[in-house]
């Protein structure tokens, strides 16, 4: 019994790392499809899928949808617009703290 407890706690372990790394992988890809470079998302996605939830990220995704524009043409005035429509500091918080600890990544 000890034996089959752990394959499945092996497995739930698993399977948990695996949704994490595609929760990641996902934030990565909008990251750099929305212009930001490849070091730099990849720094801030890890920040980012540990810190938000599923509904934060789409709260996100959404407010990014509402500036949908070629790169360069979103003014910072646009984006911080954006994010205050989503109305959770968590994610203003997150967003921050990523941005500040993987500005070096440019």
Known sequence: MAIAWRNGAVAAVLLLAGC??????????ALTDA????????CMA?????????????AM????AMTKRPAG???????LKALRAVGDPA????LALATTRCVDKL
Not at 20 to 29: H, L, M, N
Not at 46 to 58: C, G, N, S, Y
Not at 61 to 64: H, K, V, Y
Not at 91 to 94: A, D, K, L, N, R
Request: hydrophobic content about 50%.
């Open 20 to 29: 994490a790394v595609s929760k990641e992988a996902r934030i990565r890809a």
């Open 35 to 42: 212009g930001v470079p490849k070091p730099m998302a990849l």
């Open 46 to 58: 890890d920040i980012m899928a540990d810190d938000l939830t599923v509904e934060q990220l789409r």
């Open 61 to 64: 995704a959404d407010a990014a």
């Open 73 to 79: 043409e979103v003014t910072l005035d646009q984006a």
């Open 91 to 94: 994610v203003i918080g997150t």
